[in-house]
Structure formats: structure tokens, C-alpha cells
């Protein structure tokens, strides 16, 4: 059975119920009977196993030979001639 937090929106009171998903969320508040609202939190998450790096699905060539980068290079000016 989950827990939930609320939160009042009057009185500023947090509090817990431990509920089933099938129950109706709470709407009052038991300290001054103001309305409420479900607080939901962040939840943690760690990624363990393959797939979750940038190394994990690139053959292993792919990591050692390194990709020469591609330059263009301005033409080169025609030499004059001395016969001008």
C-alpha cells in the first residue's frame, strides 16, 4: 500500500495517509478542515547496466581508431610568373 503526503493550502499542515490505489485522495485537511493537495516529490533514479553510456553500443575499433577531422583548406594563390 502506497504512502502519500498533503499539504494544506489554509494552514500549511503536511501530513501522510497510507492508502490503496483504488482509494479516493484525501481533500480535507484534519487540522482545519481546508482544502489539500498531494505532494509529489522527485524520485531518485540510477542507470545500471549496459546501454546507458555513450561507449556502450559503437564496436571496439570505433573506439580506438580516431577519426581524422576534415578541414578545407582556402586554395592555394598561383605563384606569378616572371614573365609578366
Given at each position: 500500500m502506497p504512502t502519500y503526503q498533503y499539504k494544506c493550502d489554509d494552514c500549511g499542515v503536511a501530513f501522510e495517509r497510507f492508502q490503496h490505489f483504488s482509494e479516493e485522495p484525501v481533500r480535507t485537511c484534519p487540522?482545519?478542515?481546508g482544502p489539500v493537495h498531494r505532494v509529489i516529490h522527485p524520485v531518485g533514479v540510477i542507470f545500471k547496466g549496459?546501454?546507458?553510456y555513450?561507449?556502450?553500443n559503437k564496436r571496439s575499433s570505433?573506439?580506438?581508431s580516431k577519426a581524422e577531422p576534415k578541414t578545407?583548406?582556402?586554395p592555394e594563390p598561383k605563384a606569378k610568373s616572371s614573365e609578366e
Amino acid at each position: 500500500m502506497p504512502t502519500y503526503q498533503y499539504k494544506c493550502d489554509d494552514c500549511g499542515v503536511a501530513f501522510e495517509r497510507f492508502q490503496h490505489f483504488s482509494e479516493e485522495p484525501v481533500r480535507t485537511c484534519p487540522e482545519c478542515n481546508g482544502p489539500v493537495h498531494r505532494v509529489i516529490h522527485p524520485v531518485g533514479v540510477i542507470f545500471k547496466g549496459s546501454g546507458f553510456y555513450v561507449t556502450d553500443n559503437k564496436r571496439s575499433s570505433a573506439l580506438t581508431s580516431k577519426a581524422e577531422p576534415k578541414t578545407e583548406s582556402a586554395p592555394e594563390p598561383k605563384a606569378k610568373s616572371s614573365e609578366e
